[in-house]
Structure formats: C-alpha cells, structure tokens
C-alpha cells in the first residue's frame, strides 16, 4: 500500500460503493477502507451474504435492502479492506497527498491518497433518557442490523420507542418474519402533519415511490395489532433485579403516566452525521437547525472546506441510501475530472442523472424533517439521565457547568465527558444543546468537541507497527 | 432478561464455535462477536471503569463502545466489529484495566 493512490474512499456503504463503481469507471485508482467485516454500511448490512445464503430472508428484509447488492456488485473489483478502521487523515504532504492510517488485526498501516472521500454515513442520535445505559436498552438502528446481519431478534417483549421513518421500517419487517411486538411508542410530537403538509406536493413529485412506501408502512403499522402509544413524551427505562431494563414509564398524548414492560428497548429519534472524520480533518461545519446536528460545509460535489477530502452520503448530511448513492458518484465524478480523467462537459453531462435525483431527494427530506423533528426534550434530559456514557456524567453535572463553561472542550475539562472510548460520539449533541441552551446561546455559537486523532482508541503496538 | 433468539432457516450459513468465557459456544456465519453474543444470551458482556455498573451492546454499528470485550487476549475490542471465527477466544471485561507492576 506505499504507491499514492488517487482516492482514499473510508466507508463501504452506499455512498462509498457508489463512489468506488464511479471510480472504477474511470481507472482511478482507488482503495476502500471500511470497519466492518462486510460490504454494506448499516442500510445494506451484509447483504451479499445475505442474498447468496439467506435468500429466503430478503423477503421480509425487503427490496430496498435487496438492492444493496446490486451496488456491492457493482463496486467489486475495487481494492477494497474490510476491517479497516481509519484513525487518522494527516495534514497534505508537499506533493498535495494526504496520509491515511488504518488498522486491522492489531498493525497500523498507511496508504496516501491525492484525494479522500469520507463515506462514513450517519448514526443514530443519542437519546440520553434515564436508564439509557441498562443492559437490554439499545437501538431501532441496533436491531435492525442484527436481523440483516445474523438473522437475530429481541425474543421477549420488545418494545419500539421513538419517531421517525426507521421504526415504521422495523415494525414492518418484524411483522413480515412474524416476529412480535409488545408495543409502538411514538414520541412524534403532535400536530407534525399539518406541519408537513406544505411539503406533501414536491416530495409527491421528487420521490413518489419513497413516498408510497412510507404511507404503506404508516397503515401497515396501524393495522398490525401491535399497540401504538402516540405523542408520548418523559420516556423512562426502569431496572429490574437482574439490573437490566425491565420496564419503560413514560406519559402519554393525555399526560397519564403509562408503563409497560419490555425485555428489549429499542429506541430511535432520527439519525445524524457521524462527524469524527470531517472533524477530525478540520472541514467547516454548519449547525441545521431543522435536523439539529452539524453538516460540514461542501461545494456541490461533496468537498469540503479542506481541499482534496470529499465527503458523500449521510456524513455530508442527512438525505437517506438512495441520495447517498448519487453523491457517492458526485464525488467521484469530481476526483476523476480534478485529476484529468474527463473534461469538464463530461463530468457535468455524467452529473446531471445525480443531480436531478437529489433535488428529489431534498424535496422528500423536507417533508420527514417537518414530519419527525427531533424532539425538543433532546436537549432537556433529566437530571439523572446519563450524558456521557463512557465517563458517566448526568445531566445534573452538565448543567452545574454549563452556564459558565467557555464551551464543549472546557466542560470535557471539569467533567471528562468526551473523553472516554466512543470520544463524544454518543454525548457531543447533547453537550451543545445543553450547553447552548444554559447560555442562552445557538450550538452553532456554543460549538462541538475538537475532534482529535486516534478517532478510535490504538494500543501501544499498533502505533509501533507503523515504523516496521 | 434481554434474549436474542435466531431465526429458524440458516439457509446455508455455516455454523461456527468459539470459546466465550472459556465455553464452547455455537454461532453462525456471519456473526459478529456481538451478535453471537446476543444470540447466546450472554446479556450483560462488561462492567464499566468508572462505577462498575453493567453494559450490553447498545449501538452495535462500532460508535458507541458498549460491547468491548477481550478477543483472544486482547482488551478493548468492539464485539460487533469483529466476525466469529473458529475456535476463538472470548472473554467480559470487568471495570477499569488491572496494571501488573513488574517485581523489583
């Protein structure tokens, strides 16, 4: 891996696969790093596999999924390292290369790019309830890969609590494998579809099949017989005497306080950037306050604000698989023109498929966004809820600081939230928020955590195999 | 109590053992240290380092760092970033890392 390559592509998901046919298509010369030990992301996790020996499985996994493999498909021939965990992008060398470092199996290793494409999607939102940290609480994102991947399942009461098009998802494909729900608590707040109409038309015309398919989840939802709590707020997770959760209490549309038991609690309120890379490498970055997360700022083609490092798909912010996959070959078309694979009118004439798309893509976005906006409450836990996980700071210690703290890095000084291995990945929103809101300031003005490399803890050996 | 099961028809996904805690342990291809884990009821799979409280896998698409466990010696690893292979060695971890000072 010593020669320079021209593009750097970190992410096997679909903006990464997408961006990796691009590329093939015009003998770059590219190389594909991703964490997992298969192809896919999160939205199309191991769906090769799946499709050659678990075929059966696509039928309630669904055709969205299904068409995950074609893009692995399309994306093969690349150079491409499963296992592969980025912790570093380095500065740009005197000839303009850019060093990444990855590790497998416990050995660093380098590869320079002339270019870097961040293609390392979204991740769900924190939810910082209390009890968020019980054994047995975990993600809507978190089951849902584990279907796709092991053809696994929460075999006890499973309880589905949050909002967003990604528990409809779920619900829907539990019920197709026949796999029960104890019950739906939608936390949307109320009166989001009247909100959301005035997006009805242009999403109806930008995307009618994403459209359809989500009216069909919400009916097949209703009609399921699984119990649907709505405009449910003040979510709880309660232990039991095993110390995992065994209960979620929370309020109801009339302010009743309900509880219900649960073995697993799957939570969800809507994904956001994953934003350690675009971060770490220093790329400006905007507060969107309709999705309430940090974008990095890029031109049309997916750079950003540091020359060379691309960013596509849900990192870039969010618009879902398929806008992912346009991006992907945006970003792409882009390395190929800069470093003299096709001129000028080529790259837009190629563009122009993508670029349509997307403006669909946006249009339907607008729409989820006015449907399922994050809650406030996000930024309001409890007192006893934990923030940061790692380090096991509550809401109350955040706010003891949060009026007078100069911003997220000192208050990782007083409190070490941050700094422990997920290094603010599940605390750094709620940290803003808190913090903005303390101080009667905008996250855009109160900022986010300066993100340094390793971006995911080294050992000692690792760091010394590189001088081998 | 948080429990896994898996679906009936592997199709033809082979099947895999590996040691957790020094027990054989059955899981299927495909899976990773964390999903076989969930699927064999292994619940809680860590203590934290800073109160001792019990962790299960909480994200398990590599953010969250929930489900360290030790691989094969190894501290530290992200259960559901690593696949099962055969024969390998699983452990919990149990709070903060134990420094063995060498004898004077």
Not at chain 1, 73 to 89: F, L
Request: charge should be neutral; include cysteine; hydrophobic fraction near 45%.
């Amino acid at each position: 891996m010593s020669a320079v390559r021209d593009l750097v592509i970190i992410g096997a998901g679909p903006a990464g696969l997408a961006a990796a046919a691009e590329a093939r298509d015009h003998e770059l010369d590219a190389v594909m790093l991703d964490e997992q030990p298969e192809p896919g992301g999160q939205i199309y996790r191991s769906v090769a596999r799946v499709a050659e020996r678990r075929p059966a499985d696509l039928g309630f996994l669904g055709a969205d999924y299904a068409h995950g493999a074609s893009l692995v498909d399309a994306a093969s021939g690349i150079d491409r390292r499963q296992g592969a965990t980025v912790w570093q992008i380095g500065p740009t060398a005197n000839d303009g290369t850019r060093e990444v470092i990855w590790s497998r199996d416990g050995r660093a290793q380098r590869v320079s790019g002339r270019t870097v494409l961040i293609a390392t999607g979204a991740m769900e939102r924190p939810v910082p309830i209390p009890g968020w940290t019980l054994p047995g609480v975990t993600t809507v994102g978190a089951v849902q890969v584990s279907l796709k991947q092991a053809a696994i399942y929460p075999a006890g009461r499973l309880v589905i609590a949050g909002s967003g098009p990604l528990p409809l998802l779920l619900a829907e494909q539990l019920r197709a494998a026949r796999i029960p729900v104890a019950a739906i608590i939608d936390t949307t707040p109320p009166g989001r579809l009247t909100a959301a109409m005035a997006h009805v038309p242009m999403a109806a015309l930008g995307a009618p099949d994403t459209l359809c398919k989500g009216l069909a989840l919400l009916r097949a939802r209703d009609r399921s017989g699984v119990p649907v709590w709505r405009d449910a707020f003040g979510l709880r997770a309660e232990a039991g005497p095993d110390g995992a959760v065994a209960a979620v209490r929370f309020r109801s549309a009339s302010g009743e306080e309900e509880r219900i038991e649960a073995d697993v609690l799957a939570l969800h309120e809507g994904v956001v950037p994953n934003p350690q890379l675009t971060r770490l490498v220093g790329a400006e970055h905007r507060w969107h306050a309709v999705q309430r997360c940090f974008h990095p700022v890029t031109d049309p083609w997916g750079e950003t604000t540091v020359a060379g490092v691309f960013v596509a798909g849900d990192g870039g912010g969010i618009l879902g698989a398929r806008a992912a996959e346009g991006s992907g070959r945006l970003a792409a078309l882009a390395v190929a023109r800069r470093l003299g694979r096709l001129n000028e009118s080529a790259q837009e004439f190629q563009a122009a498929r993508w670029q349509m798309r997307r403006l669909g893509d946006r249009a339907l976005r607008r729409l989820l966004d006015a449907l399922y906006p994050a809650p406030d409450w996000i930024a309001a836990p409890d007192d006893d809820a934990v923030v940061c996980r790692c380090e096991e700071i509550t809401a109350a210690q955040l706010r003891a600081v949060a009026g007078h703290t100069a911003g997220p890095n000192q208050a990782k000084a007083y409190l070490r939230c941050g700094m422990g291995p997920c290094q603010g990945r599940l605390c750094g929103l709620t940290v803003t928020e808190m913090i903005a809101r303390a101080q009667g300031t905008t996250p855009a003005q109160t900022g986010y955590y300066r993100i340094r490399a390793p971006i995911k803890p080294v050992t000692v050996d690792e760091l010394a195999s590189l001088s081998e | 109590m948080m429990r896994f099961a898996r679906l009936p028809n592997p199709g033809r996904s082979r099947r895999i053992v590996f040691l957790f805690e020094g027990e054989p342990v059955e899981a299927q291809e495909g899976d990773t240290i964390a999903t076989a884990l969930l699927a064999a009821g292994a619940g809680a799979t860590r203590t934290t380092a800073v109160s001792g409280s019990a962790r299960g896998a909480y994200c398990m698409m590599g953010v969250c760092f929930e489900c360290l466990v030790e691989i094969d010696g190894t501290p530290n690893r992200q259960g559901c970033l690593v696949a099962v292979t055969e024969g390998m060695s699983v452990r919990r971890q149990a709070g903060p890392a134990v420094i063995v000072e060498d004898a004077p």
